[in-house]
């Protein structure tokens, strides 16, 4: 983090996200997975899942007392056929503007 000094590590900070696809996602999706190109239904339910397992590493960092978050990555498997798991993880820190 530019223009910052890590004061204190706190430790991992995570968040944790399991997803179903739904029934008319997972029949669409398999409609789409036909042709070639994106499948757009699991695009988007990928990046929800991602979104809000950032918010949940966000909030475990802030309960841990930290005020930033470095190092993260992302995390996922397939659980099953119709479910994602996606992880975000990162080292959750104090930070103070450097001198």
């Known amino acids: 983090?530019?223009?910052t000094v890590v004061e204190r590590n706190l430790g991992i900070t995570f968040g944790l996200v399991v997803?179903?696809?739904?029934f008319?996602?997972?029949?669409?999706?398999?409609?789409?997975?036909l042709r070639q190109g994106e499948v757009s239904q699991f695009t988007v339910v990928l990046e929800d899942?991602?979104?809000h397992a950032i918010d949940r590493m966000?909030?475990?960092a802030k309960l841990l007392g930290a005020n930033a978050v470095i190092a993260m990555r992302f995390?996922?498997?397939e659980i099953g056929k119709a479910r994602a798991e996606v992880v975000a993880?990162?080292?959750?820190?104090?930070v103070?503007?450097?001198?």
């Open 19 to 22: 997803r179903a696809m739904g």
């Open 96 to 99: 103070t503007p450097s001198a």
């Open 89 to 94: 993880y990162g080292s959750a820190v104090v």
């Open 49 to 51: 899942a991602r979104r």
């Open 75 to 77: 995390d996922s498997s």
């Open 1 to 3: 983090l530019p223009g």
């Open 58 to 60: 966000i909030e475990n």
């Open 24 to 33: 008319s996602k997972t029949v669409a999706g398999g409609i789409s997975s």
